[in-house]
């Protein structure tokens, strides 16, 4: 039984999801992404895979085991400190929702706890029966802001348009781009939000050269974009790309239009996000498998109901 695993070092062969971050052996704080994208060999920085999740153990596929037991496999078999192993696993604390009139405090105390050790925020993710690992569609909610609307996991969103930059070092590329979501599950994209932080230079040259090969040759707003009222892009885009963007929190907006419809506030207004920041390019996916508008409302819904 996987719950009797003890510790060991015999792992033959694994197949794991998670992500290479580092620390800081100065302040034992983590380094923020664009920091870990620069010199890597930084004499400050430990490198180290965080494990979230094991798919594959010792030849047996293990993805189809609920959370708890794949939890165990990776507690049972990689140590928790970063000196004794440069693979470690995702660790938590389980809390209650349902009927948990506390869950709020709950919540904002971990929140708090990540925040000082300069996590990004917190991963929430369910226990129990139905909880095998689904490619592509893990059921995890992650919470990276706590003010008056919780913000949300990071988004995979579409540029549909781009803004010229002004003076001398930006004249040439694209400093801005509008992001948008696939529009009721159909070849119409509605715009969420203006995206102009997380580049450097050098990654905006990169994306200026490849969009260029996707510019809509026409000064009309193509009919199938939904974009906000006198803010005009320079250029559109023809949708060929999804980029993972973070923020900070969800925001009514009377510029973008996204799930107005389903919100109870003037019906001329609709959901945006604060702070979008560039992520990272999702060449794993294509644009048909971005965010919809449906899912921004979902999200939206369930962070107010619970929170």
């Not at 998670?18 to 992404?33: A, D, V």
């Not at 693979?87 to 009927?99: A, L």
């Not at 119409?188 to 809509?216: D, P, Q, V, W």
């Amino acid at each position: 039984m996987l719950e009797e695993l003890k510790k060991n070092k015999n792992i033959e062969n694994f197949i794991l999801d998670g992500e290479i971050t580092c620390k800081s052996k100065r302040t034992n704080r983590f380094i923020n992404f664009q920091e870990l994208r620069k010199v890597a060999d930084d004499p400050d920085k430990e490198f180290f895979y965080i494990a979230f999740d094991i798919l594959y153990y010792n030849g047996n596929e293990v993805y189809n085991e609920n959370l708890e037991k794949r939890k165990l496999l990776l507690y049972n078999n990689f140590e928790q400190d970063t000196k004794l192993n440069k693979i470690i696993p995702e660790v938590g604390q389980i809390i209650k929702i349902p009927d948990n009139p506390n869950i709020k405090n709950e919540i904002i105390e971990i929140f708090d706890a990540a925040k000082l050790i300069n996590c990004e925020g917190v991963i929430i993710k369910e226990l129990g029966n139905k909880t095998e690992y689904s490619f592509g569609k893990r059921n995890w909610h992650k919470v990276k802001s706590v003010g008056d609307v919780y913000a949300s996991d990071t988004l995979d969103l579409i540029p549909i348009a781009g803004y010229m930059g002004k003076g001398m070092s930006n004249k040439d590329v694209f400093n801005s781009f509008l992001m948008a979501v696939n529009y009721k599950n159909s070849k119409k994209y509605i715009s969420l939000c203006k995206l102009g932080t997380g580049f450097t230079h050098e990654l905006l040259k990169e994306i200026t050269e490849r969009l260029s090969n996707s510019i809509i040759a026409s000064d009309m707003i193509p009919e199938n974009y939904i974009i906000p009222r006198g803010n005009r892009p320079n250029v559109f885009f023809k949708p060929t790309e999804v980029w993972e963007v973070g923020f900070d929190c969800f925001t009514i907006s009377p510029s973008y239009k996204t799930g107005g419809r389903f919100l109870n506030v003037n019906e001329n207004y609709g959901i945006s996000v604060r702070f979008p920041r560039f992520m990272r390019f999702r060449p794993d996916k294509t644009v048909d498998e971005a965010d919809t508008d449906h899912k921004i409302i979902e999200t939206y819904k369930k962070l107010n109901s619970m929170l």
